[in-house]
C-alpha cells in the first residue's frame, strides 16, 4: 500500500461535488494534482447513458498524464464510480503522487457514495467495452484454490443428503445415491439385529463399483469401538450394543458413519452423499424382515474413530443414564416430583465430521 501523500481536497473540488451530487446534468469530474493540491479540472455533463457517456473520456483525457475522473451513475442510483487513470508513459514522480493521493481524495468527498472503483493505465481501459468486462468480473464467482474447491464439493454432496422442515434439519429419507449391495452383507445385517450379545457390522463402498461391501463381522464390547473402527478410511457400520444403562436395560442397534478427514476427497464425497440412503435401506430392510426390531433414531458421525468410547455413544444417544426408581432417591428417603434437581449443566455440542 502506498503511503499517504498530505495532499489535500481544495475547498472548491469539495464544493462542486456536493453540487454533482444534486444536479442531474453532471456526469464526469475530472481531477488533477496542481500545487499539491486536487483541484477540479473540468466538469462534463449528462449527454446519454452511463456507458454510452463513457466515450466522452477519450477527449478529455490526456494520453500520457494522470488524473481522476468521479462518474456519477444513471438515476434512480445516487452512487458514484472512482476511476483512476494512471498511464505506463506518465512520469515515475506523477505516478507515486497519484497512487498515493488516492485514499485522501474518496475520503475527503464521502467514501461510501462511491461504490467501485476502476485503475486504468490506458485509454482503452475505459471503454464501454472495458466497463462490461469489468461488471462480469465482478459477478463471477471468487476464484478457489484446488482445496478450497475440493471441500465446497464435499459440502455440496452433504447438503444434496439432508433437506429441511422449518428451522430444524432432518435426514432426507430418500437419499440421492443408492449403492449395490452384496448378498451376504445383507445376511449378515439380518443375523446383527436378530442376535442378543453386543457386535460390530463394518461396510465399505468399492468406489469403482458403488457397491456396498461387508469389511468385519464380529462381537465386541463398546470400549473396542475405536480400534476396530478403521482409521484410515471412511465406514459405515451397526452396533448392537447390549447396554444397561437405562432401566429397563435394552439392546441398542445404532448406525454410524466414520469419515477420518484424512480419506481421500472422492471418497469422502461418496460416503458422505450416500449415508443417508445406506440408512433408509437398512431400517426398510429391517422393518420388513425383523419388525420387532428398532434402529436407533440418531446416528452417530464421527471422524475420529477415537472418541467412540462408551461415553459419547451414551451422549450421542441421549440415553437417560442412571434412571431412579420411584419410591427410592438412593439415600434411603422417599423421591417425589417436588424433590429439588440439581443443576443440569447444558450439554456441550457434539462433534461432527
Not at 493505465?121 to 475440493?150: C, G
Not at 458403488?210 to 463398546?222: D, F, G, H, P, R
Request: proline share 7%; with cysteine; glycine share 4%.
Amino acid at each position: 500500500m502506498s503511503a499517504a501523500s498530505g495532499i489535500s481536497v481544495a475547498p472548491a473540488l469539495a464544493t462542486a461535488f456536493a453540487d454533482a451530487a444534486t444536479l442531474n446534468p453532471v456526469r464526469f469530474l475530472k481531477v488533477v494534482i496542481q500545487n499539491e493540491s486536487l483541484v477540479l479540472d473540468r466538469s462534463i455533463d449528462i449527454a446519454g447513458s452511463f456507458q454510452e457517456d463513457l466515450a466522452l473520456l477519450q477527449h478529455i483525457l490526456s494520453d500520457n498524464d494522470p488524473a481522476y475522473v468521479l462518474a456519477k451513475l444513471d438515476p434512480p442510483s445516487t452512487d458514484w464510480t472512482a476511476f483512476f487513470f494512471v498511464p505506463d508513459t506518465a512520469q515515475v514522480r506523477d505516478k507515486m503522487l497519484y497512487a498515493s493521493s488516492r485514499s485522501s481524495l474518496l475520503k475527503s468527498l464521502g467514501s461510501t457514495v462511491f461504490t467501485d472503483s476502476i485503475f486504468a493505465t490506458s485509454k482503452a481501459d475505459l471503454t464501454a467495452d472495458a466497463y462490461q468486462a469489468h461488471l462480469r468480473h465482478l459477478a463471477a464467482p471468487k476464484p478457489l484454490s484446488a482445496h478450497e474447491q475440493e471441500m465446497a464439493d464435499v459440502r455440496a454432496a452433504e447438503s444434496s443428503s439432508a433437506s429441511y422442515e422449518g428451522s430444524r434439519a432432518r435426514t432426507s429419507h430418500v437419499g440421492p445415491v443408492g449403492f449395490k449391495r452384496v448378498p451376504e452383507l445383507e445376511q449378515a445385517i439380518l443375523e446383527l439385529v436378530q442376535g442378543n450379545d453386543s457386535s460390530l457390522l463394518v461396510m465399505t463402498i468399492d468406489p469403482q463399483t458403488e457397491t456396498l461391501l461387508l469389511k468385519s463381522n464380529s462381537e465386541i464390547a463398546v470400549g473396542q469401538l475405536a480400534s476396530v473402527i478403521p482409521r484410515d478410511e471412511p465406514t459405515y457400520a451397526l452396533f448392537a450394543w447390549a447396554q444397561s444403562h437405562t432401566s429397563p436395560p435394552r439392546r441398542e442397534i445404532v448406525f454410524i458413519y466414520s469419515c477420518p478427514s484424512s480419506s481421500p476427497i472422492r471418497h469422502r464425497m461418496l460416503y458422505s452423499s450416500g449415508s443417508g440412503a445406506t440408512l433408509h435401506w437398512i431400517k426398510e430392510m429391517v422393518a420388513s424382515s425383523a419388525p420387532a426390531v428398532q434402529i436407533a433414531s440418531r446416528k452417530i458421525e464421527t471422524s475420529d474413530p477415537q472418541e467412540l468410547t462408551e461415553e459419547y455413544i451414551i451422549e450421542e444417544l441421549r440415553l437417560k443414564v442412571g434412571e431412579a426408581h420411584v419410591g427410592n432417591n438412593g439415600n434411603g428417603s422417599s423421591s417425589t416430583p417436588n424433590d429439588a434437581k440439581p443443576f443440569a449443566k447444558p450439554r456441550g455440542p457434539s462433534k461432527r465430521r
